[in-house]
């Protein structure tokens, strides 16, 4: 089994930054993207920003030069540096990794989420 586990996440006031960070272990073989989610009150979850494992980089426009996501494949961890936090960026953040690993024999590929951390940038 994959777990991800996420931290960093809590209050901030406008203005303010926060980085998060999240690591998977487990039975893992390799991980090609890995990324974040968040999710609002009300809202669907949506993309914030993933990385693939050589490194290229896919933001939301919303965030595009305001968050940075960078990993470091040798701890399989991935990182989310969030700077001039807003009101709007409060929300549920997600880690979300693509994993590779052997069962039964057998190569397989899986999608594997964390358990969320809370963001909430207010006053």
């Known amino acids: 089994q994959v777990q991800l586990v996420e931290s960093g996440g809590g209050l901030v006031q406008p203005g303010g930054s926060l980085r998060l960070s999240c690591a998977a272990s487990?039975?893992?073989?390799?991980?090609?993207?890995m990324g974040w989610y968040r999710q609002a009150p009300g809202k669907q979850r949506e993309l914030v920003a993933t990385?693939?494992?050589?490194?290229?980089?896919n933001y939301a426009d919303s965030v595009k030069g305001q968050f940075t996501i960078s990993r470091d494949n040798a701890k399989n961890t991935v990182y989310l540096q969030m700077n001039s936090l807003k009101p709007e960026d409060t929300a549920v953040y997600y880690c979300n990794a693509d994993v590779g690993y052997y069962s039964g024999g057998g190569y397989r590929r899986q999608d594997y989420w964390g358990q969320g951390t809370q963001v909430t940038v207010s006053s």
């Open positions: 990385i693939t494992t050589g490194g290229s980089t």
């Open positions: 487990g039975s893992i073989f390799s991980i090609r993207t």
